[in-house]
């Protein structure tokens, strides 16, 4: 069954926990995510980000969502990861995804508001959820650094602009990290949690730690995006398997 991440996210606000966020890029790792949040009887978000679009496109990952989504046994919701193309967002949002992300982070705060608020609207006409990012979560890999969201920017955006949650950076980036588990900064998380009402997402889930995405889900957190973890092990079970 296919659902839509608003109610998911604001459980697991009122409760303090977090719900797992994984990327799918094939059938075997959508059918994998599946079977794991069946064998648990817990909901999950699956999501295929704009980002991997080389490695399968739109339409044949909404194709792999809808099937095996609307055939599980556990409530899935079929996000739209890291769209920073607001028109393909929309196209998502009209042919199949119950949830949508519009990343325009790396804009400035009135262009990142303007084009949130576009796709926003639009959304939520479908009854849609939508996940937007300020400050900005950066790679490991590149030269695009992390900053740290700022308490009274966060504020006025989800104000601005109708989102349903909303991504911060505090810390984690996308990728392998090269020095161990990272620094959260927990005070921000704090502070954020206490000035902006709607759930905050955390990105760059991967290998930060177990105590750490503990905290976090009890500090406000509501969903934790995981996406290198499963590529590497994936990768590590083709590997041994020499096929
Ligand atoms: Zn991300």
Known sequence: MIINSKDLLKQAQNHAFAFPHFNFWDSNSIRADIAAAEKLQLPVILAWAQKHSSEIGIEDALMLGKFYGSKAKVPVVLHLDHGTDPELVKWGAKNGFSSVMIDESDKDFDENVRI????TKLAHSLGLSVEAEIGHVGDN????????????AAKRFAKLTSVDS???????????YKAGTPQINFDRLQDLKSNVKIPLVLHGGSSSGDANLTKAAEFGITKVNIYTDLANTSLKAATEKKI
């Open 141 to 152: 890999n590149s030269e695009d650094h992390s900053k740290y969201t700022e308490v009274d």
């Open 116 to 119: 949130t608020k576009d796709v």
């Open 166 to 176: 909303l991504a911060v950076s505090i810390g984690t980036s996308h990728g392998v």
